[in-house]
Structures are given as C-alpha cells and as structure tokens.
C-alpha cells in the first residue's frame, strides 16, 4: 500500500512526525497525539450555526443608532471578514490538509473547514441584512479586489499558500498570525461596539467566531512546537512582524476618525500586543512589549488565566457533548 500523500526531498528535515508519509494516516485509531485529539474534541463542542443568531435588533441599530461614520467602519471589517474564512480554507484544502500525514490533525482540519464555511455565511449574511445598495455590496464581497487595504492583507496570506519554497513551518507560523493577528482588530472593533450594547446579533457571532479562530490559531501553535525543525527564531520574528504591520496599515485606512474609547493609536497598541502574544505561544519572546489598551478585551486576549485560546468550555458548547470521553482536554500550556 502507498503512503497517503507523497513528498518530495526537499523539506524531508521537516517531516518528523506530523508529515511523514505513512500508511498510518488512513486509521483513526488508537489515538497517538491526545493533545491534537483534545483540540479536535474541543472544536467539535463548539460547533454552531448562523441559525442560532437573531439580527432583528441589528437591524433596527444599524439604521438608526450608528453614525455614516460607524457604519461605513464597520461596513470594511464585514468586507474583510467576508473573504478571509474563504482564503484561510484555500490554504487548508491546497496545502495543509494534505501536507499534514496525522489522523488527528486531519480531523481537525476537516471540522475546521467546516466551521469556516459557517463564518463565511455568517458574514455574507450579516453583509445582506446591513447593506442595502446592492452595489455597495457588491463592492463589499469583492473587497480583496476592490478595496485596497483589504487587498493587501488577502495579498500577504495568497503569497504564502502559493510560495513553494516556503518550509511548512514558517507557512504555520504565517497562517497563525493570519488568524491570530489579521483578525485581532476587526474582532476587537466588534467586542467595543458590543460594550455599548449594540448590534446584539452580530456581536453575539463575532464571540463565537473569535472563539473558533482563538482555536485554530492555538491549534497551530501547537503543531509547531510538535515539529522536530522549525525555523530560526529571527524567521518567525520576521513573518510576525511582517503580518503586524500589514495589520496596522489596514487599521489607519479604515480608522481614520477617533470613535469613543478607540483610535487607531490604539488599535495599533492592541495589534503589536497580541503579536507578542502569539509569538509566546510560539515559544519565543515578545519583540513590542506592548500593554493591552483596551479592557473590554481581557476576558479575549492571547494571554491570561482567561486565555480564550486554552478555555476548555464556552458559552455557547453543545451540552455534555463527549463527556463519554476518558480524554479530557487539558488548560495547561503544551507548548
């Protein structure tokens, strides 16, 4: 019998133990990496869908409890948001899905697919309920062509799933910070509109979105320390940095007004600090030192006893779904 998928010479420094190439990979069980099995389990628990989200209310703010200026803001992030799931799958179907020879991961990144197409729906929805003109919303779900600061971060994460020479690892290290920092102020800017108690619908999915991508970016940083070779430590800087300050371009051309309690002074501040963040968790040490600036983001930061990204249970998990499990999910950092 074939291996699963096979590679060349190339990386083969790199494929101890997650992509070498075994017949393994075609039987489930018995369960060989508890901790990759645990994130799978945990996913599974937090399965949703847009059915389960009311806009009725946001409806009715949107049109008249939001400024043109708010709108328009909030309007970009939506436009950003409605591609982003789209390129994150394109990477796990052409490249990481395959690449990747473990059982367990593969299970993960099967689900994980999945709930990214939940995402995509959930934002093309709220992009229907809140944008009327059909051309401005036209405009909108052809942002990666339309709109230039969301161009550029589609851009970065395209050239990373079509760069062969790129190692695995450091094309992890690119899709982590894709998640975990690309998102950070879109999610951010959402969580600041739901601590003035509006647009409870789409601040209720942004919650359980940022969960699900909290996940995914732990996810990575967890297959990265499982590699036998990662890159050196001034390459993954480098990609982290890189992706900041794609980031923070995005945030001064879609802020460019000071709103109550956030600027893009700010949101910048708050990007460098969850760049840090995921560089801890990718076992290497902070490059900005930056302090989180805004409170309302504690309880969803990287980092903390409240860490989003090791919570085992949340606010909206299916009821004692695999509670028969004798594999429990540990808080304790693995990586």
Not at 45 to 70: C, G, N, P, R
Not at 107 to 112: E, K, P, V
Request: glycine share 4%.
């Amino acid at each position: 019998m074939s291996s699963c998928a096979p590679h060349s010479q190339q990386h083969v420094a790199h494929l101890k133990p997650l992509l070498r190439p075994t017949d393994d990979c075609l039987i489930l069980f018995p369960i060989k990496y508890d901790s990759i099995w645990s994130m799978y389990k945990l996913a599974q628990q937090s399965f949703w869908t847009v059915e389960e989200i009311d806009l009725a209310k946001d409806v009715v703010h949107w049109h008249t409890m939001l400024t043109d200026a708010k709108r328009s803001f909030f309007s970009l992030v939506l436009a950003f948001f409605a591609a982003s799931d789209g390129i994150v799958n394109e990477n796990l179907l052409e490249r990481f899905a395959s690449e990747v020879q473990v059982p367990e991961a593969r299970c993960f990144y099967g689900f994980q697919i999945m709930i990214e197409n939940v995402h995509s729906e959930m934002y093309a929805l709220l992009l229907e309920t809140f944008v009327e003109d059909s051309g401005q919303r036209s405009h909108l779900f052809n942002a990666i062509h339309s709109i230039p600061c969301v161009q550029k971060k589609a851009q970065w994460a395209l050239r990373w799933i079509a760069n062969k020479q790129a190692t695995f690892p450091e094309r992890l290290v690119a899709f982590s910070a894709v998640e975990g920092i690309f998102f950070s102020s879109s999610f951010a800017s959402i969580f600041w509109i739901k601590k003035r108690g509006l647009l409870p619908g789409f601040t209720l999915s942004n919650e359980f979105i940022s969960r699900d991508e909290g996940l995914h970016t732990n996810f990575a940083c967890l297959l990265f320390q499982l590699l036998d070779v990662r890159p050196p430590d001034a390459t993954t800087i480098s990609i982290i940095r890189d992706a900041s300050e794609v980031e923070k371009m995005f945030v001064h051309e879609i802020l460019p007004t000071d709103l109550l309690g956030m600027n893009a002074k700010l949101m910048c501040q708050y990007v460098d600090f969850v760049a840090d963040r995921l560089l801890l968790a990718l076992g290497l040490s902070k490059i900005f030192f930056a302090t989180n600036p805004f409170d309302f983001m504690e309880m969803i930061s990287l980092a903390g006893k409240s860490n989003f990204f090791e919570r085992r249970v949340s606010d909206y998990s299916l009821a004692n779904f695999g509670t028969h499990s004798q594999r429990s999910f540990s808080t304790a950092v693995e990586f």
